[in-house]
Antibody, heavy 117, light 111 residues
Framework: QVQLQESGPGLVKPSETLSLTCTVS????????WGWIRQPPGKGLEWIGY???????SYNPSLKSRVTISVDTSKNQFSLNLRSVTAADTAVYYC???????????WGQGTLVTVSS | QSALTQPPSASGSPGQSVTISCTGT?????????VSWYQQHPGKAPKLMIY???KRPSGVPDRFSGSKSGNTASLTVSGLQAEDEADYYC???????????FGTGTKVTVL
């Protein structure tokens, strides 16, 4: 059974960098695609981006200038960095596995990140 | 690229059927057979219910079905049960410019 677990600070100051890590268990991180989704409180889902185990990436154009997703195959982890955050980046962040046919078949439980001074 | 359009709410009595629409464009929903649907209960992570327009993952009841016509995809929940009350989101591959777009979400209420 594939399990994903997000970890990282729950509070980030404005203008700083939000950093989260997703640890994958029950499956090798290769050869699959892995990604990040976020959901502001009371709002809908927003795709952030994905990474292939080899390191190739694709990002949401609206966030592309501030986002970096990286992978560490030795630790079976992948990470999200979102720079220059504002209150609008406050959300529950989910890590996901991109399954077949562009579906998201496994999700982490989600972690709330609040941007506030 | 804009979000896919879903009705804000839908409802039905136990045993009835409810259908949720998801309208996009020829650049996403209409251009690819890569529409998926997710169920989200309050405070929980979304769960994949339908992928590739109409395929069900193992363990998803056959009460859930998906279809597509042109730029609009649909999710039908037949034989509504109390546990089907949740938010539902569609998603589609969006091509090379934006790989994934989500729908605006629909809250399904079981009356």
């Amino acid at each position: 059974q594939v399990q994903l677990q997000e970890s990282g600070p729950g509070l980030v100051k404005p203008s700083e960098t939000l950093s989260l890590t997703c640890t994958v268990s029950g499956d090798s991180i290769s050869p699959s695609y892995w990604g990040w989704i976020r959901q502001p409180p009371g709002k809908g889902l927003e795709w952030i981006g994905y990474i292939y185990y080899s390191g190739s990436t694709s990002y949401n154009p609206s966030l592309k200038s501030r986002v970096t997703i990286s992978v560490d195959t030795s630790k079976n982890q992948f990470s999200l960095n979102l720079r220059s955050v504002t209150a609008a980046d406050t959300a529950v962040y989910y890590c996901v596995r991109e399954g077949s046919n562009w579906s998201l078949d496994y999700w982490g439980q989600g972690t709330l990140v609040t941007v506030s001074s | 690229q804009s979000a896919l359009t879903q009705p804000p709410s839908a409802s039905g009595s136990p045993g009835q059927s409810v259908t949720i629409s998801c309208t996009g464009t020829s650049s996403d929903v209409g251009g690819y057979n890569y529409v998926s649907w997710y169920q989200q209960h309050p405070g929980k992570a979304p769960k994949l219910m339908i992928y590739a327009v109409s395929k069900r993952p193992s363990g998803v009841p056959d009460r859930f079905s998906g279809s597509k016509s042109g730029n609009t995809a649909s999710l039908t929940v037949s034989g509504l049960q109390a546990e089907d009350e949740a938010d539902y989101y569609c998603s589609s591959y969006g091509g090379s410019k934006i790989s994934r777009v989500f729908g605006t979400g629909t809250k399904v209420t079981v009356l």
